[in-house]
């Protein structure tokens, strides 16, 4: 991928955010809160963008373990930690795999104030501060690609096909740049029907192309390891592996408990906000960054202390205009945390 495809991308999929967190579902009205996360997904499969449908009383509920997610291990206590003291090997399911790391965990989330635990006779007791909830009714993976020609749909048919036949996600969509044009129907027939099309202009609205099959993540999937090249004389077979429910469930908890950490815009933490040059610009759609040095829009990937251009604020910009910690970089940081977090109900 070019630089200029990469800025392309990366400007694209925070619009792509900003909308789906303003106005999803689209064409419809939304009957549960939402929350949006983008660069999210598995060991071998990273979504663009994810939006999650969720329980609202379960989304409440989910804020009183914190901001911070639960990672798998404590996802393997936490769930089952009982309402009265118990005996913590008696109270929690078999992990599959040494006790020790569950102990490790629990102590863990005893640091974190999510767990009670105590000591009974030399035995861990362990007891639930809250009832953790379901909270994630759907989960809709967004395949972002704003120069969506026909080459590029056949690109990225193996991947969206992939998916489908995972299922870990309820809905698949590829998201694709308004043109002006109309959408090719050789394009559509590139992508797999049961991929949902959405057409999202610079504004950051959006408007259905194709609409996307409902998948079943509570029924097995298949992961497809190999797959013939086409051709007329491949007669290889394609080779897949089964998944099964239990695996994405538990894979679908994790993403969900780092998106709620996450979200979208902790672009910014890998970004150099206190660099002088940089600023969120109030965009159509809504904030995003921007390089004064480099005079548009810079990249996750450029955007670092190693960056030739790079300039610290300076102090005078922390004690005169900025009286409070860490000028204006650290005021973007807080103001973006703000917003995510107005996301998140409950939290203190
Ligand atoms: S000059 Fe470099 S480090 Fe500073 S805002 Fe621009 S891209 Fe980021």
Request: aromatic residues 8%.
């Amino acid at each position: 991928m070019s630089g200029q495809d990469y800025h392309a991308e990366f400007d694209f999929e925070l619009r792509v955010c900003q909308w789906a967190e303003r106005a999803w579902p689209p064409g419809g009205d939304r009957e549960n809160p939402i929350l949006v996360a983008r660069q999210l997904g598995t060991k071998r499969r990273r979504w663009d963008t994810i939006v999650f449908e969720c329980d609202p009383d379960g989304l409440r509920q989910r804020a009183e373990f914190g901001e911070r997610a639960l990672d798998s291990d404590l996802l393997d206590v936490i769930p089952h930690a009982p309402a009265e003291w118990t005996y913590y090997r008696d109270a929690l399911p078999d992990p599959g795999y040494p006790w020790r790391y569950v102990r490790e965990a629990i102590h863990r989330a005893a640091d974190r104030d999510i767990l009670d635990v105590r000591k009974n006779g030399g035995k861990i007791e362990i007891r639930r501060t809250a009832v953790y909830p379901d909270w994630v009714e759907r989960v809709v993976a967004i395949e972002n690609k704003p120069d969506l020609d026909a080459s590029a749909a056949r690109h990225l048919a193996p991947q969206i096909e992939r998916d489908v036949a995972m299922g870990l996600a309820d809905e698949v969509w590829v998201a694709t740049a308004e043109t002006g044009e109309r959408i090719e129907p050789a394009l559509l027939e590139n992508v797999p029907v049961e991929a949902g099309i959405l057409v999202v202009d610079l504004a950051g609205d959006a408007e259905v192309a194709w609409h996307p099959r409902t998948l079943d993540p509570s029924t097995p999937g298949i992961r497809i390891l190999d797959r013939p090249s086409g051709g007329d004389h491949d007669a290889s077979a394609a080779r897949f592996e089964y998944v099964d429910r239990a695996w994405k469930a538990s894979k679908r908890r994790e993403i969900a408990e780092r998106a709620y950490e996450r979200g979208w815009r902790s672009y910014v933490d890998s970004m150099r906000p206190d660099c002088r040059h940089f600023e969120l610009r109030w965009e159509a759609s809504g904030p995003l960054p921007f390089c004064v040095a480099k005079d548009r829009q810079q990249t996750a990937a450029e955007c670092r202390g190693s960056c030739g251009e790079f300039e610290p604020e300076p102090p005078v910009w922390r004690t005169n205009d900025w009286p409070i910690e860490g000028g204006p970089g650290g005021a973007i940081k807080r103001l973006l945390a703000r917003r995510r977090r107005r996301q998140r109900p409950g939290l203190e």
